[in-house]
């Protein structure tokens, strides 16, 4: 039976922290053997919030540097650029005749990038048109899914009434995709808030032992634990959330130790600074590898793409066939 395919897609925002790790690329890793797996550098998408391009190429590098640190194995699923594949911009504009501004206007993710960015009135014809091009992204590959946090559900739902305009008015050409969720929630960041790295709370995969150690010894804990043997209270605990994730096995006696006071912060932030390290070690080793010779980094996106385009240039055949465009033996 053929596999199923997935198409993941990212911003190109530079070096991955744990939230992206937790949110999404544990989740990559995990479903790349079981099904064909495509993955998107999507540097295009960048362009909606940032015209400033200086930093693209090294924050291509150093996300892709990461993406294979984490375990996604190049060979087996193609990692690429957007921009090389020239395919998903003839997608998008024929997409972009299949729907109407106002759903544009209704989607949920953009009105809170709106406000959240303060760009009432002047959003940009192309960060305004984004989930299309997001649309064309995903059904340009065929992909049945999708993974994605929560607030990216509804670019999976445009994409799927996308394809059903499509097919309806030209003949059955893309599949509906669907939405693969992330199952763990959102990784705090060392303040206890959401991780970003505009915030500026992230651990990042490539930070050495003593930067794991520095950022954890300072993260916030439980607030009404002040004295080393005050009881306290891991449900509010952000190094709890840590634990949970990357210490499982230990839960039971930090809970327990916590709560009666008998763990004091200082010890259980050593043993996650520790913990944490320690899981990132293979991580770090394989980002030392790559760093050595970039041409690794670039040949692999390179050979990515002509996966890539194998598949774009073939579904765009299919598409401008059924829309009739381009026919020029009259
Ligand atoms: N829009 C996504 C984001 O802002 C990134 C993205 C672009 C994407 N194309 C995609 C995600 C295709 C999934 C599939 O994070």
Redesign the pocket.
């Known amino acids: 039976m053929k596999k199923k395919r997935i198409?993941?897609?990212?911003?190109p925002t530079g070096r991955m922290h744990l939230g992206n790790y937790v949110g999404a690329l544990e989740n990559w890793v995990r479903l790349q053997g079981e099904y064909e797996n495509f993955h998107?550098v999507?540097d295009w998408?960048a362009l909606t919030t940032d015209l400033n391009t200086d930093d693209l190429h090294q924050n291509t590098i150093d996300m892709v540097i990461d993406w294979i640190a984490a375990g996604i194995d190049p060979q087996l699923s193609p990692i690429f650029v957007q921009s090389q594949i020239k395919e998903h911009a003839e997608l998008f504009l024929l997409f972009s005749m299949l729907i109407s501004t106002s759903r544009l206007e209704r989607n949920p993710t953009l009105k809170e990038q709106i406000r959240d960015l303060n760009l009432e009135g002047r959003i940009s014809f192309g960060h305004f048109g984004?989930p299309v091009l997001?649309a064309a992204?995903?059904l340009i590959y065929k992909a049945d899914l999708?993974p994605?946090g929560e607030d990216?559900v509804p670019?999976i739902e445009l994409a799927r009434e996308i394809a059903r305009r499509f097919n309806g008015l030209y003949g059955q050409v893309f599949p509906e995709p669907e939405a693969k969720l992330t199952k763990f929630a959102r990784l705090p960041g060392t303040d206890g808030k959401r991780m970003s790295k505009s915030v500026g709370n992230t651990i990042l995969l490539s930070d050495p032992p003593e930067q794991i150690s520095k950022k954890v010894m300072s993260a916030i804990t439980d607030p009404q634990k002040i004295y080393r043997n005050d009881p306290g209270h891991p449900e509010i605990c952000t190094i709890f959330v840590y634990h949970q994730k990357f210490n499982p096995t230990h839960i039971p006696k930090i809970e327990n130790e916590c709560r009666s006071g008998a763990l004091g912060c200082v010890d259980c932030k050593r043993d996650l600074a520790q913990r944490l390290s320690d899981f990132l070690y293979p991580f770090r080793e394989k980002r030392a590898e790559l760093e050595k010779d970039i041409s690794l980094v670039e040949d692999i996106l390179h050979q990515g793409a002509k996966r890539a385009r194998e598949v774009a240039s073939s579904t765009m055949a299919e598409v401008r066939e059924a829309m009739k465009l381009g026919v020029v033996s009259w």
């Open positions: 198409l993941s897609g990212m911003r998107l999507a998408h984004y997001q992204d995903i999708v994605v990216q670019h």
